[in-house]
C-alpha cells in the first residue's frame, strides 16, 4: 500500500484531472478485452508501460517489476490451458505429444495461441489498471466518485475504509513489535500461531475502540451522517489525453492489421 | 469572574460503569484565559471535556454557555459545536479524511458555509497551523507532529471561541511544542479561550493563566497557578506536594537521595545508602 501511495503522489500525472487518467486506463483495459488477440494485449503492454515510465515518470524497474510479478502468476494459471499432462494426449488434429512413462505430456498449435491470447489480454487489463493504481492516488478516485454523483454512503464508506487500512495496518505492525521484543515469535510454531492470533483478536478490539473514538471526534465537529469534504482542483494536460487517443487507435489499428 | 462555560452539580457514569466519572462537578471556565486542567489519570478531565461542547449529556445539573443552559437538540448543538472546539489526545482518532485539505474542510462544510468561504477557512487555518504545504498529502502519510497540527487546523477553521485540547502535547517533541504555543498564542490573542489538559508543569507555570485541579470527578482548585503553586498549604490540599512543587522529587529513589521522604520546602536531600546488590544482578 505504502509503495503504490508513493508513486501515486510523487508521479508527473498528479495533477491531472483523475477522470481522464480512468477514461485512458479503462478505455485501453477495454479495448483490450473487446479487441482479444495477443499482439492487441501486448500494444496494451507497451503502451501503458510508456504512459507510466515515460509521462508519469515512474522508474521503469517498479512497473516493470509488479508487471513481471502479475506475468509470473498469469503463465501459472494459464499452463493448464496450453499444455495438458494426462494418461492420454489431448483431443485435436496438430498435437504435439511426448510420452513420460505412466503420462503424457501435450499441447497443440490452438491451446498454444489460447494461452498466449488469454496471457496477453489479461497482462494489458492488469497493466492498464497498474497504471491507474500508480499515478492516481485513492483520495483523488474518491473525489472522482464523489463527483460522478455515487451514492454518499458508498463513497463515505470507501473514504473510512481507505482511512482504516492505514490505521489497522500501523496498529498490527506495532502490535508484532510489542510480541516480537517479548519472543512472541521466536518460540514453537505453536507459539508463533497464538501469537498471532492474540494479534488478530487485539486488532479487532482496536479497531472497535478506535471507530468509538472516531465517531466521538467527527460529532465534535458537527457531523450528522454525511461525511462533507471540499473537492479537489485538478488541471486538464492535452497532451496525455492525445497520446491516450493516439494509444487507443494503436490498438485498433493493430487489430485491423492482426 | 466571568464565565464562558459554567457547570452545575454535574454528575456523568460511563454506561456499564458503577462510579462516577464526574461527581456533582461546580466549576466555571473562565472568558479570556489560557486554562490548565491537571489531575490524574482517571480523575475525569477528559469526562468534563467532551462535556464542554455536548458531545457527553449529564446524568444530572445542567452545563451552561454563556449564560445560557444548554439543549441538546440538533441546531443548538451544532451552534455550540460552532463556538467550541475539541481537540482530541491522539490525533489519529480525529483524522478520517484521506487527504489533509479534506479533513480540515469537514467542519467548515458541516457548518453549511459556502465552498469559498470553506476554502477561505481551510486557507487561514492551514496557514496559522503552518500545514499550507501539506493540503495536498495524505493523512496516513504525516508524522505525529503535523497530524497533530493538521487535527488542530481542522478545529480552528471552525472558528471557535473556545479551543478545548485534551493532553495534546503528549506525543511532540520539545520543537513541535513551541510551534503548538505558538499557534495557541495566536489563537488566544484573538480574545479566544483556552482550555488544555497537561501533566506539565512548566506549561501551569508559564503558560497558563488559570489552574483547574481536578480529583475523582470533581474540581478540588480553580485559580490563577501562582496561587496553587506557590502556596504550600494548597499544593498539600490538592494533593501535588512533592510532586509539583519539586519535580526532582520523582527521581529521588532512583538518584539514591533521600528526598523522597523530605517534608515540602526541604531542600536539602542526603544520598540515602546504596542499596545491596542482589546476587548476578547490579540495580
Known sequence: MDLIDRYAYSNRLRRVRPEHKVAVALGMLVLCLGLSTPVVGGLTVVWMTL?????????????????LTEAGFLVLTT????????ATPMAGSEVWAVDLGIVTLSSSPPALHQGLELVSRALGCAAAMNFLALTTPQVDLIDLMQRLGLPALWVDLMTLTYRSIFLLLESAHTMAVAQDSRLGYLGSLRRRFESAALLVSQLFIDTYRRSVRLHTALEARGFDGRLRVLPASYATDSRFLAVGALAGLTLIGGWWLG | M???????RVSYRYPGQEHLALRELTLTLPVNEKIAVVGRNGSGKSTLFLHCNGLYRPLSGEVFFRQQRLSYDRAALRELRRRVGVVFQNPDDQLFSASVAQDISFGPLNLGLSEHEVRRRVAEAAELCGVTALLDRA?????GGEKARVALAGVLAMEPEVLVADEPLGSLDPWMRLTLFDILERFYERGNTIVMATHDLSVVRHWATHVIVMEAGTAIFSGPPAALLDDPATLTMTGLAGVWDRPEALFARSAGTACASAAPGDDHCEPAPPRRARAGLTL
Open chain 1, 51 to 67: 504512459l507510466a515510465v515515460v509521462v508519469a515518470g515512474l522508474p521503469l524497474a517498479t512497473f516493470g517489476r509488479v508487471l
Open chain 1, 79 to 86: 499452463a493448464g490451458v496450453m499444455v495438458s499432462l494426462g
Open chain 2, 2 to 8: 466571568s464565565g464562558i462555560i459554567e457547570f452545575r
Open chain 2, 139 to 143: 493523512t496516513h502519510s504525516l508524522s
